[in-house]
C-alpha cells in the first residue's frame, strides 16, 4: 500500500482533483471561526477551500480521520480523502441541491459529495435522465462528471458517526452552507432538500441570505414546494424530496420515477 493510502487523509495541495486548498488555506477550528473564514472568504473557490479543511468539530474529525485509516475491505488499497467535502457543481447554479452529511465511505473517501455510495448511484442518474448531469455514475472526484445549472452541498461537511451529526455540530457547520447560499442567490431559483434534515435547517440558511421565511415553517414531504421572496426581489422554490438513501429506496419509499419527476419540476422552476 502506498504512503498516500496510509496518511489518515488527504493534505490539501497534494493535487487531488478539484482540491482547491493548499497549505496557506486558513483552517477554522472552532464555531467563531467558521463564521469569521465563512464570512471572509473573497470568493465561491475561497470558501470552498476554507470548507475543505475545517477542523472545528473535535468528534467528526476523529471520526472522518479514524474512517480514512481503517476504510471498508473494498477500499482498503484506496486513499481517503478524510476532510470536509465541500460544495461542488456549476459556480453559478440554477438549482442548488443540498442533503445531510458525506458518506464515510462515499465523499469522505471520494472528496465529492454523494459519489462513490448508493445514495449517489440513484441521485445522479436520476439528473443525467432529466437532463442535469452529462453522465449517470458518480464514482470518484475525476470521473468527469459534470452537473447542468446544478450545484450541491451538505448541511453537515464530515462524515458523522451513524450518519448523526449533534446539534451543536450542525449549528457550528451552517455558516459554510450559510454563504454558500449567499453566494449564488444571484442566480438560484430552486432549492432541493433531500430529507427532512436539510429541509429543517434550510430554513436559517435562507434567512441569513436574505430571504423571507415563511411562519411557521412549511412541513417537510415528498414534493413539498414553498415559494419565497429572494434580496433582490426574484422568487426562489423550495423543494422536499424524500433522501434517496438505501433504506428509502429498498424500501420503495423512494423510486426512480418519484426522482424524476422531483428533478423534473425544479428543473421546470429553474427556467433550465
Not at 442567490?185 to 436559517?204: I, K, T, Y
Amino acid at each position: 500500500m502506498s504512503d498516500a493510502a496510509n496518511a489518515p487523509y488527504v493534505p490539501p495541495g497534494t493535487g487531488w482533483p478539484d482540491d482547491l486548498a493548499d497549505p496557506g488555506t486558513p483552517v477554522a477550528h472552532d464555531a467563531g471561526e467558521v463564521a469569521s473564514l465563512a464570512a471572509s472568504a473573497a470568493s465561491l473557490h475561497e470558501l470552498v477551500a476554507r470548507q475543505s479543511v475545517c477542523r472545528a468539530c473535535d468528534r467528526l474529525v476523529a471520526w472522518r480521520e479514524k474512517v480514512a485509516v481503517e476504510r471498508r475491505r473494498m477500499f482498503a488499497d484506496e486513499p481517503y480523502w478524510g476532510r470536509p467535502v465541500p460544495g461542488w457543481g456549476d459556480p453559478d447554479p440554477k438549482i442548488m441541491v443540498v442533503g445531510l452529511a458525506p458518506a464515510a465511505h462515499g465523499g469522505n473517501r471520494t472528496g465529492r459529495i454523494f459519489t462513490g455510495d448508493r445514495s449517489g448511484d440513484w441521485l445522479f442518474a436520476s439528473l443525467y435522465r432529466v437532463g442535469l448531469a452529462n453522465q449517470p455514475t458518480s464514482v470518484r472526484a475525476d470521473d468527469g462528471l459534470r452537473l447542468i445549472g446544478t450545484r450541491m452541498a451538505a448541511t453537515v461537511r464530515c462524515a458523522p458517526p451513524d450518519n448523526k451529526p449533534t446539534p451543536g455540530e450542525r449549528d457550528t457547520c451552517l455558516p459554510w452552507l450559510a454563504r454558500e447560499i449567499a453566494d449564488v442567490a444571484p442566480s438560484v431559483r430552486c432549492v432541493v432538500c433531500l430529507g427532512g434534515f436539510a429541509w429543517q435547517n434550510v430554513w436559517p440558511v435562507l434567512k441569513d441570505a436574505g430571504y423571507e421565511i415563511p411562519r411557521p415553517r412549511p412541513k417537510f414531504g415528498h414534493g413539498a414546494e414553498v415559494e419565497i421572496a429572494g434580496p433582490d426581489g426574484v422568487s426562489l422554490t423550495v423543494l422536499g424530496c424524500y433522501h434517496p438513501s438505501q433504506q428509502n429506496t429498498f424500501t420503495g419509499r423512494v423510486t426512480e420515477t418519484m426522482l424524476d419527476a422531483l428533478f423534473t419540476r425544479a428543473k421546470t422552476l429553474a427556467e433550465i
